[in-house]
């Protein structure tokens, strides 16, 4: 079989008339980014890439030394490149204007540079996720300031979205809306391959994944979801359900992708608005899920068309398999 790399890919993206030549160097910067990560991931204690900096982000999480590394990592390749009007991270309370030395371009890059970093110093798998939106435009047609405003937009309005996994493989999911398709990294050739073409969710699955630790907290729809697929084929579901937490979002929604299944993080007791940020969480998973077929709502509301109010807010999340995510919506309507 032909290999198809990233490049090519996006190439023929770009000659299909589906993204720009911005665009394309935007998505290939972030992807070279990743696999920096994934070598510095990989090294682990080698390269005393354990332990943390010893200080607190904006969310007052303990900030790892991969998370600061990481986040050095896709600033400096992506602020030079002349498409971008401004970066935003988990890990910097503003965003990151484009130093006045290099040209600014029409794209707005949001990420969380390595997501479930509690899971780095135990090697479990962890990730990048990254969505582009486009810059708000003035009247005249001029870029408007690349301030937090300029980021508030629905998810709706992302251009393009993905995220790395740094797992067994380090795989690369990206949709720029038109599917949903995954890469693998070739060590030998340090590119990446086209793997996944074409991802499906199926609509149904027997698998859901959930951090029940926080159950006494749940409301009652998703208390009445888990309750129902814990009680297996006795109960109104009728078959049984197997349960998978791996605590880093990334190797949960690319299990989704791969085979299937429903994740949630939902608001609890003492997660109000839920725990995971709306902007570079939530909405690029959300647009991918979608792109392959599956679903995304906070339990009322379609993840893509919520209005951002701030750059870190933080959001309840159902994605995955249609009819079970569908199912969960309806138990928060009926409450
Ligand atoms: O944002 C963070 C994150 O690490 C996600 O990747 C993951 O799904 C979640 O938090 C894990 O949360 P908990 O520690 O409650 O299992």
């Not at 935007?26 to 354990?50: F, M, P």
């Not at 797992?167 to 793997?195: C, I, K, Q, S």
């Not at 906070?298 to 209005?307: M, P």
Request: with cysteine.
């Amino acid at each position: 079989m032909r290999r198809v790399t990233l490049t090519q890919f996006l190439i023929q993206r770009q000659q299909a008339g589906k993204i720009n030549a911005d665009l394309r160097l935007l998505i290939e910067t972030v992807a070279r980014a990743c696999k920096a990560i994934s070598t510095r991931v990989n090294k682990g204690a080698l390269a005393d890439g354990h332990g943390t900096v010893g200080t607190q982000n904006v969310q007052g999480e303990v900030v790892q030394k991969l998370d600061a590394l990481s986040n050095e990592i896709l600033l400096e390749a992506n602020e030079w490149g002349g498409n971008l009007a401004a970066l935003a991270s988990e890990e910097m309370e503003n965003p990151h204007p484009i130093p006045t030395r290099f040209p600014k371009g029409e794209y707005l890059l949001l990420f969380d540079p390595l997501d479930g970093s509690s899971n780095i110093d135990v090697n479990i798998s962890v990730g990048t996720i990254f969505s582009v939106l486009r810059c708000p435009k003035a009247a005249s047609g001029e870029l408007c300031e690349a301030n937090e405003a300029a980021f508030l937009q629905p998810g709706n309005k992302q251009v393009a979205a993905g995220f790395a996994v740094y797992g067994p493989t380090t795989v690369f999911a990206l949709t720029v809306g038109d599917g949903a398709h995954g890469f693998t990294l070739d060590r030998e050739t340090y590119t990446f391959v086209l793997t996944h073409p074409e991802i499906r969710i199926p609509a149904d699955t027997a698998e859901f994944a959930i951090n029940v630790s926080n159950q006494r907290r749940w409301e009652a729809p998703v208390r009445r979801y888990i309750e129902e697929c814990l009680a297996g084929q006795d109960g109104p579901r009728g078959k049984d359900f197997n349960m998978r937490w791996v605590a880093s979002m990334v190797a949960d929604v690319f299990r989704v992708l791969s085979r299937g299944g429903i994740f949630m993080y939902p608001r609890d007791a003492k997660n109000t608005d839920g725990r995971l940020r709306l902007m570079y969480e939530a909405n690029p998973m959300a647009f991918i899920v979608e792109q392959a077929g599956g679903a995304a709502t906070d339990g009322s509301t379609r993840i893509l068309d919520l209005e951002p109010n701030a750059l870190h807010q933080r959001v309840a999340v159902i994605l995955g398999s249609k009819n079970e995510v569908e199912r969960v919506t309806a138990y928060h309507k009926k409450k």
